[in-house]
């Protein structure tokens, strides 16, 4: 019973979600989409992007990751941008990390290297 209720909470997130991006999307290509055409981009990129977690991430980052041309919406492609976007932030958040460790390890050189790694990744985990 509790696995039904989380699987109805996460499809009615889904479903408001839809609808936010159903905004976005129209907000994005305002006087350069025709509106009949929002559906059926909504139901090619939700195809594309099953997780309840992916789609936050889309709205999020809507601008950055659907194309300039509304014709040029699919679901494969809006995926794939969404994926090499995630990539680049993940790669440059380890890279401030590591910028971050190795300040920290000049500001403290009477520390142990590992507890200053330590805390560098706890201060890092702070601006997830």
Same mark, same amino acid.
């Given at each position: 019973?509790?696995?039904?209720?989380?699987?109805?909470?996460r499809?009615?997130?889904?479903k408001?979600?839809k %609808?936010?991006? @159903? !905004?976005?999307?129209?907000?994005?290509?305002?006087?350069k989409?025709?509106? +009949?055409?929002?559906e059926?981009? &909504?139901?090619?990129?939700f195809?594309?992007?099953?997780?309840?977690?992916?789609?936050q991430?889309?709205?999020?980052?809507?601008?950055?990751i659907?194309?300039?041309e509304?014709?040029?919406?699919?679901?494969?492609g809006?995926?794939h %941008?969404?994926? @090499? !976007?995630?990539?680049?932030?993940?790669?440059q958040?380890?890279?401030v990390? +590591?910028?971050?460790?190795?300040? &920290?390890?000049?500001?403290?050189?009477?520390?142990?290297?590992?507890?200053?790694?330590?805390?560098?990744?706890?201060?890092?985990?702070?601006?997830?």
């Open positions: 019973m509790i696995i039904l209720d989380c699987f109805k909470l499809e009615n997130q889904r408001c979600l %609808a936010d991006i @159903d !905004l976005k999307l129209r907000a994005i290509y305002y006087n989409m025709d509106p +009949t055409d929002v059926k981009h &909504l139901k090619s990129v195809g594309a992007i099953p997780l309840l977690e992916d789609v991430f889309l709205l999020k980052y809507a601008v950055s659907f194309p300039e509304a014709e040029s919406i699919t679901g494969e809006v995926s %941008a969404m994926f @090499d !976007l995630q990539a680049l932030l993940t790669e958040r380890e890279a990390t +590591t910028n971050l460790i190795s300040a &920290l390890g000049r500001l403290y050189p009477d520390m142990e290297p590992e507890k200053v790694g330590e805390v560098g990744l706890s201060v890092a985990e702070l601006f997830r």
